[in-house]
C-alpha cells in the first residue's frame, strides 16, 4: 500500500471514530509504529488531524460556541458525577471560587444548604442557584457580561480577582489535553481564567470527557497549572494517563 493510501484510510478512520491510536492502526494496516508516526505528523502537517499522546484526533472543526443554557443539557449525566465529587473538595468553612460553566453550575447546584462558605463567581446563573442560601457570603464579580455564557470578563473583573485569595477554585474548560494544556475559543474569558487561577490556592479543573483532546484558539493554563482535573469514566485512557504523567492529579467521577 502507497503512503497516500495508508493515509486515506487513517484519516477517514480519524473522522469515523473519533480518535486513532498508533497501535492500533499499526496492526491494521500491517507496518510499523514508526511508519504510522510519519504518516500522521503528514496528516498533521496537512491539518488534516492532531497529534496527541499513543495517537491522533481528527482536526477541530470551526463551529459555534454553544450558550451555558444549550450546554446544561450535555453530558449531564457526566456533570453531575463530577459535581459530586467535587464537592468532597469543599473547604469546611473557606472560600471557593465557581467559574462560568455548566460543570461549576452543577456543583453550585449541590453546594447544601448548611455549608459555611464564601463562594465567588463571575456569572449570575450560578449567583442565582445560590441566591436563597443564607448560610452562604455570596461575591458576585462584575465586568462585560459575555452574551454566549454569561461570564464576566474584562478589566472590571479581573481587577476584582487581582485583589483576592481563595481557599479552592474550581474551573472549567473549552478544551483539554497533556499537550496542549486548557484552552477556550475567546481570549478576554482565557484572561479571566488566568485571574482566577493566580487567585487561588488549590486549582481544580472540572470538566467533562467530551472536552478530553479538544484544542481551542486560546490556551489560559498548562496542565500542571491545576492541581487536580476530575472528570468521567469515559475519559481516554491513554489520555488520561498521560495528564497525570504531565503533573496534575487526574480524579475520574
Known amino acids: 500500500m502507497y503512503a497516500a493510501e495508508r493515509q486515506q484510510r487513517i484519516h477517514e478512520r480519524a473522522q469515523r471514530d ?65 459535581a459530586t465529587r467535587a464537592l468532597q473538595e469543599l473547604p469546611d468553612g473557606g472560600t471557593i471560587l465557581l467559574d462560568s460553566g455548566s460543570t461549576t453550575l452543577a456543583i453550585a447546584e449541590l453546594i447544601p444548604a448548611d455549608a459555611q462558605l464564601t463562594v465567588v463567581t463571575n456569572n449570575a446563573i450560578i449567583a442565582g442557584a445560590l441566591a436563597g442560601q443564607s448560610n452562604l457570603t455570596l461575591l458576585l464579580i462584575g465586568g462585560r457580561v459575555r452574551t454566549v455564557t454569561g461570564a464576566a470578563v474584562g478589566p472590571w473583573a479581573i481587577g476584582a480577582l487581582s485583589d483576592l485569595a481563595v481557599d479552592v477554585a ?25 485571574a482566577m487561577l493566580d487567585a487561588a490556592r488549590t486549582r481544580i479543573l472540572v470538566a467533562d470527557s467530551s472536552k478530553l483532546g479538544a484544542v481551542h484558539l486560546q490556551r489560559f493554563a498548562r496542565a500542571d497549572d491545576v492541581h487536580t482535573i476530575i472528570t468521567d469514566a469515559a475519559a481516554d485512557p491513554d489520555s488520561v494517563e498521560a495528564l497525570r504523567a504531565a503533573g496534575p492529579k487526574v480524579v475520574i467521577a
Open 18 to 82: 473519533g480518535r486513532v491510536d498508533v497501535a492500533g492502526l499499526a496492526e491494521l494496516l500491517d507496518v510499523t509504529t514508526e511508519t504510522v508516526r510519519r504518516d500522521l505528523a503528514v496528516l498533521e502537517q496537512q491539518g488534516l488531524v492532531r497529534r496527541v499522546h499513543g495517537g491522533a484526533l481528527p482536526a477541530e472543526r470551526s463551529v459555534p460556541e454553544l450558550t451555558l443554557t444549550a450546554r446544561i443539557g450535555q453530558y449531564a449525566d457526566a456533570k453531575l458525577q463530577i
Open 170 to 194: 474550581f474551573l472549567g474548560t473549552n478544551g483539554f489535553d497533556a499537550d496542549h494544556g486548557l484552552s477556550t475559543p475567546d481570549q478576554d474569558e482565557a484572561a479571566v481564567k488566568r
